[in-house]
């Protein structure tokens, strides 16, 4: 007993530590620096490129950072199995193993009140720590497709013939594969990234693919190649199909989030923001919050 009393105070000990590592607004503006968690190699959102950072996430962090008149410092996260896992890690615990230290603010946090409102088995919000606020992308599925070996894609109902690639354990994965009692799965074609499937496209092994729209934009803008194109097709059965993407801050420190709601707002009116996903070859549409 006295061991486990040991152990358990040296846990909560540690715990109070990790839980000090969480900074006040007031600490942050002293400071002059604004801590943001970006997914690290997740292009066109957060990725360094000849050992520079870029991406739509970090030029809108550098926009936000500099409307609150402090300098920004990237925290790279590799991306979890969980997005409550990268929740816990980056803003409201940190990891032990890691030596994680926590951010101010995170990208790409999801604006979902049913997610928000997500609780445990005991009844307890899986993450009551955390608050996700600032909607600044609307995001949804999108197939792009070459036109020199598909005519067009007026429905999924076309990958029973042709190859399409996906992204391996993705949603698009598992919707191709299972919908339509699973009769699109033999010319369903995995890859490790999106990156690849767009390659494998160029390389003639599948004729589309699938995957969020930003990441295909991303692709087709880099790509430069006039016979790709973008179906507009829809997703039966799918589920959620447009989604709102915002950010997170600890739940103690909300005087942040508003500041940066504010900040966020300008950027949005003014056009900033619509730019800044232009200079990537994506679409933006402004959220529904702002319009």
Same mark, same amino acid.
């Given at each position: 007993?006295?061991?486990?009393?040991? /152990?358990?105070?040296?846990?909560?000990?540690?715990?109070?530590?990790?839980?000090?590592?969480?900074?006040?607004?007031?600490?942050?503006?002293?400071?002059?620096?604004?801590?943001?968690? $970006?997914?690290?190699?997740?292009?066109?959102?957060?990725?360094? =490129? #000849?050992?520079?950072?870029?991406? $739509?996430?970090?030029? /809108?962090?550098?926009?936000? %950072?500099?409307?609150?008149?402090?300098? +920004?410092?990237?925290?790279?996260?590799?991306?979890?199995?969980?997005?409550?896992?990268?929740?816990?890690?980056?803003?409201?615990?940190?990891?032990?193993?890691?030596?994680?230290?926590?951010?101010?603010?995170?990208?790409?946090?999801?604006?979902?009140?049913?997610?928000?409102? @997500?609780?445990?088995?005991?009844?307890?919000?899986?993450?009551?720590?955390?608050?996700?606020?600032?909607?600044?992308?609307?995001?949804?599925?999108?197939?792009?497709? =070459?036109?020199?070996?598909?005519?067009?894609? #007026?429905?999924?109902?076309?990958?029973?013939?042709?190859?399409? #690639?996906?992204?391996?354990?993705?949603?698009?994965?598992?919707?191709?594969?299972?919908?339509?009692?699973?009769?699109?799965?033999?010319?369903?074609?995995?890859?490790?990234?999106?990156? @690849?499937?767009?390659? %494998?496209?160029?390389?003639?092994?599948?004729?589309?693919? &699938?995957?969020?729209?930003?990441?295909?934009?991303?692709? $087709?803008?880099?790509?430069?190649?006039?016979?790709?194109?973008?179906?507009?097709?829809?997703?039966?059965?799918?589920?959620?199909?447009?989604?709102?993407?915002? &950010?997170? $801050?600890?739940?103690?420190?909300?005087?942040?989030?508003?500041?940066?709601?504010?900040?966020?707002?300008?950027?949005?009116?003014?056009?900033?923001?619509?730019?800044?996903?232009?200079?990537?070859? +994506?679409?933006?549409?402004?959220?529904?919050?702002?319009?």
């Amino acid at each position: 007993m006295g061991r486990f009393a040991v /152990l358990l105070t040296a846990l909560l000990l540690c715990c109070q530590t990790l839980q000090a590592q969480v900074r006040t607004y007031d600490e942050m503006i002293a400071a002059g620096e604004l801590k943001v968690a $970006v997914y690290k190699d997740f292009a066109p959102y957060s990725f360094e =490129d #000849g050992g520079q950072p870029r991406g $739509v996430d970090v030029d /809108l962090a550098k926009a936000l %950072a500099k409307a609150l008149g402090v300098r +920004l410092e990237l925290i790279w996260a590799p991306a979890g199995e969980k997005l409550d896992d990268d929740l816990r890690d980056y803003i409201w615990r940190g990891n032990q193993l890691r030596n994680q230290q926590l951010a101010d603010l995170m990208m790409r946090a999801p604006y979902d009140r049913d997610y928000a409102q @997500k609780r445990n088995e005991l009844g307890e919000l899986e993450n009551g720590h955390v608050v996700m606020f600032g909607p600044y992308q609307n995001e949804s599925w999108q197939v792009a497709y =070459d036109r020199r070996r598909l005519d067009k894609v #007026g429905s999924v109902a076309v990958f029973e013939h042709h190859p399409i #690639g996906v992204e391996v354990d993705s949603v698009p994965s598992f919707y191709l594969t299972s919908v339509f009692n699973g009769m699109l799965s033999a010319k369903t074609h995995h890859y490790p990234t999106v990156a @690849k499937a767009f390659a %494998a496209m160029k390389a003639g092994e599948v004729d589309a693919v &699938m995957a969020m729209r930003g990441e295909i934009d991303w692709q $087709v803008h880099e790509a430069s190649d006039a016979q790709l194109a973008l179906a507009e097709n829809a997703y039966p059965n799918m589920g959620k199909q447009l989604w709102e993407i915002g &950010m997170a $801050v600890h739940e103690s420190n909300r005087q942040l989030a508003y500041a940066v709601e504010q900040a966020l707002e300008g950027l949005i009116l003014d056009g900033t923001l619509k730019a800044i996903y232009a200079e990537y070859g +994506l679409r933006y549409e402004v959220p529904e919050m702002y319009q």
